[in-house]
């Protein structure tokens, strides 16, 4: 299996300030057939299900505003929240869909 | 609008049974592949199981905790995912959610769970 680490499990950071988060695994998730990251982020509020953020690494999700970006290949990504607001408290996970199983992050707890 | 709830959650004994239900509308259920994902309390996300759709083979897949206790199904014909969870363990515990992919290659529409709580 695949194993997704996160870091840090946890961030205060301002608010208008930046956030990264950073996610590694274990073996790469890159497919050179069709130059593809197969890496999700999704972000988590209490009592909701995750919502997807990006795919393919850097691939933004409908509706996500344009201060969260991904990056990275192969074995590390990052998300970036270039100027946090309130509404981006939540727990962000990233996970894998190179292969079966689908494996997730331990997840990060963001916080102003 | 894709829209999936589940149902069937409730209080169980270890070593009992549960059927969970996902009931689907809003999109070609014919077409996808359905997941299941839990989340135990206070705990972070784990894939449970896949139902690929019948025109790419019908196959099925287990995370390893699960596998030979838990069996995922579908019934096309009424939009709905089911998930048998056999031979319950405490750490069974969770919210279960169906999830799917409608507009990228993961899990962009999920429903809103159900909680499954395995104790004596």
């Known amino acids: 299996d695949i194993v997704m680490t996160q870091s840090p499990d946890s961030l205060a950071v301002s608010l208008g300030e930046r956030a990264t988060i950073n996610c590694r695994s274990s073996q790469s998730v890159f497919y050179s057939s069709n130059n593809k990251n197969y890496l999700a982020w999704y972000q988590q509020k209490p009592g909701q299900p995750p919502k997807l953020l990006f795919y393919?690494?850097?691939t933004r999700e409908s509706g996500v505003p344009d201060r969260f970006s991904g990056s990275g290949s192969a074995t590390d990504f990052t998300l970036t929240i270039s100027s946090l607001q309130a509404e981006d408290v939540a727990v962000y996970y990233c996970q894998q869909y190179y292969n079966i199983p689908r494996t997730f992050g331990q997840g990060t707890r963001l916080e102003i | 609008e894709v829209q999936l709830v589940e149902s069937g959650g409730d209080l169980v004994k270890p070593g009992g049974s549960i059927r969970l239900s996902c009931a689907a509308s809003g999109f070609a259920f014919v077409n996808a592949w359905m997941n299941w994902v839990r989340q135990a309390p206070g705990k972070g996300l784990e894939w449970v199981a896949r139902f690929k759709s019948e025109s790419d083979g019908g196959t099925t897949d287990y995370a390893a905790p699960v596998a030979g206790r838990f069996t995922i199904s579908r019934d096309d014909s009424q939009n709905t995912l089911y998930l048998q969870m056999n031979s319950l363990k405490i750490e069974d515990s969770a919210v279960y959610y169906c999830?799917?992919?409608?507009?990228?290659?993961?899990?962009?529409?999920w429903g809103q769970g159900t909680l499954v709580t395995v104790s004596s």
């Open positions: 999830a799917t992919s409608m507009r990228s290659p993961t899990f962009d529409s």
């Open positions: 393919w690494a850097s």
